[in-house]
């Protein structure tokens, strides 16, 4: 573990999450105010020292001939967990493996397959190889971000609307940063839908605060800067985006 990093290590760190295969080393040390020799060098250092552990692609595989990706929660027992990771990672189909600190479902295993059957057979050879199966889930779709503290003046750029997602069967959900002010701003989900912010043909998917992924409840309060995940089977009413602070 690297016990400190600087302002420039935390500069890489970000440009490299949100795009490496476009990023330079002078366009990062333009922004950091160094040389691109001193960028090199730090990210062969980050690399040494395990913090960049790897650069990969992300891949849409339903673009890819209509492959489905699954999530499968599992359980191992604790002292067994690390040693069955690597081995469920070995296993044909699997993309990518998850370790959590925690007793039940401490293992995810993405895999993709060209259909069903073929995503049966991992989760098979998972739950032989001695992981106690709790859920599988076919994922829909995926976003991923740089961390917010490592960017420019330590936040995350931002629209109040961050992005659409086309879901099957005409369903559509939606990414709201709460306005300051905004109708919502400052009461429960609760009173939300009983003031009829919130359409009750709407479910509210999560609340994300301060880098950490609130499970919405009747009582959760909903703030100012929250990042609000939507889900609707039709087109999201306009009425409720527009109580949340969007345009």
Known sequence: MVDRLDDVD??????????????????????????????????????????????????????????????VVGTAEVHERERLAKQVADVPGVVNVRQLMCGTGNIHVTAVGEDARELSRVTRS????????????LLQHEEHRPYHAFGPEGRRGRQSIADFMSLSGGAEGVEVSVASGAKVDGTTLSEANERGYVDSEVLVVSVERDEKILTPRGDTEIRADDLVTLFARGDLPEETITAFGGD
């Open 126 to 137: 998972v739950a032989e190889m001695g992981v106690e199966i709790e859920d599988e889930h």
């Open 10 to 71: 935390k500069r890489i760190l970000y440009h490299l999450v949100r795009d490496a295969r476009n990023t330079s080393a002078p366009m990062v040390a333009e922004e950091a105010h160094v040389s691109a020799g001193t960028i090199r060098n730090r990210i062969n250092q980050l690399e040494a020292d395990g913090v960049i552990r790897g650069y990969h692609a992300h891949v849409d595989y339903e673009r890819a001939e209509g492959r489905l990706t699954n999530l």
